[in-house]
């Protein structure tokens, strides 16, 4: 692990450009989740835009309630009360956009801080080289159609080596430095992250997912895949994924049993775990 400066309020502070993500900022040492923080805040009454940092999780979740590996002082995990969703969305669009434009914010904040590319595995997984080096969880609490509140938690790897994940994770994560070999500046790249979260929700909200979608689909490395799906009730799919739906699902085209059965309709695809398989 780098010996890296600490997040401290101040320093975020000072770096910030955006109009109300962490205008309300609050940074702990350590926090069993961001995410459960962020979530008591906005049942409080926290305001949008209202912004958790920790240094360390002692429980944090990733999607489907899996542990997200959190040691202190390397990596970013923060969280971020969002309300309303304006007047462009359903509600149900707005849920089902909202984890994808996270991701994407968090790639090209990572982009643009450190010009590190990053691919996105659908939904919200950020890959580099099938590796994983970030991931949104998008929670909501207290919706109804006109006051939905959502908390987004983004966990980044950042500034761990190799040899400082655990065994068990060293195949298949890995984080910025360990790409660039350049010890990244935590603090400005979650204000550019906060900076590119508060423009992308702002574009959804305002004008909904045209544009978006399309930058999302540029960085989406599931399409095209041969993907295995896990849909729950130990359900399983195998198939191509070839697009990204309008209301931000993934279509996917069904394998078929054999070269003379008639080609499957697309499938949407609005919830699963997703596996690329090697061709």
């Known amino acids: 692990m780098l010996s890296t400066a600490p997040l401290t309020l101040d320093d975020i502070r000072s770096t910030?450009?955006?109009?109300?993500?962490?205008?309300?900022?609050?940074v702990h040492q350590e926090l069993a989740s961001t995410n459960s923080e962020a979530l008591r805040l906005a049942q409080a009454g926290a305001a949008h835009g209202t912004v958790v940092v920790a240094e360390q999780q002692s429980a944090g979740r990733g999607r489907r309630a899996r542990h997200w590996y959190s040691p202190p002082g390397a990596n970013i995990y923060c969280s971020s009360v969002v309300r309303g969703i304006g007047?462009?969305?359903?509600?149900?669009?707005?849920?089902?956009?909202?984890?994808?434009?996270?991701?994407?914010?968090?790639?090209?904040?990572?982009?643009t801080t450190t010009s590190v590319p990053l691919?996105?595995?659908?939904?919200?997984?950020?890959l580099f080289q099938e590796r994983k080096v970030g991931g949104i969880l998008c929670e909501s609490t207290h919706r109804s159609a006109d006051t939905p509140i959502?908390?987004?938690g983004v966990g980044l790897n950042v500034n761990m080596t190799e040899e400082s994940f655990p065994e068990d994770l060293r195949q298949t994560a890995t984080s910025i430095y360990a790409i660039s070999q350049q010890p990244i500046n935590r603090v400005?790249?979650?204000?550019?992250?906060?900076?590119e979260l508060e423009h992308g929700l702002d574009e959804l909200q305002a004008r909904g997912p045209d544009r978006l979608r399309h930058a999302y689909v540029s960085r989406c490395g599931t399409l095209g895949k041969r993907v295995r799906l896990l849909l729950g009730d130990e359900q399983e799919l195998l198939g191509t994924a070839e697009s990204i739906g309008a209301d931000g699902?993934?279509?996917?085209?069904?394998?078929?049993?054999?070269s003379g059965a008639q080609r499957p309709p697309l499938l949407d695809i609005r919830a699963a775990d997703v596996i690329h398989l090697r061709e």
């Open 16 to 26: 910030l450009a955006t109009k109300s993500f962490g205008q309300q900022l609050h």
């Open 188 to 195: 400005r790249l979650l204000a550019q992250l906060l900076l």
């Open 119 to 126: 691919s996105l595995k659908w939904p919200n997984d950020l």
């Open 249 to 258: 699902v993934l279509q996917v085209r069904p394998s078929t049993p054999s």
């Open 150 to 152: 959502v908390v987004i």
């Open 87 to 111: 007047s462009a969305l359903t509600l149900s669009e707005w849920l089902s956009w909202v984890p994808l434009v996270s991701a994407l914010a968090a790639a090209e904040a990572v982009h």
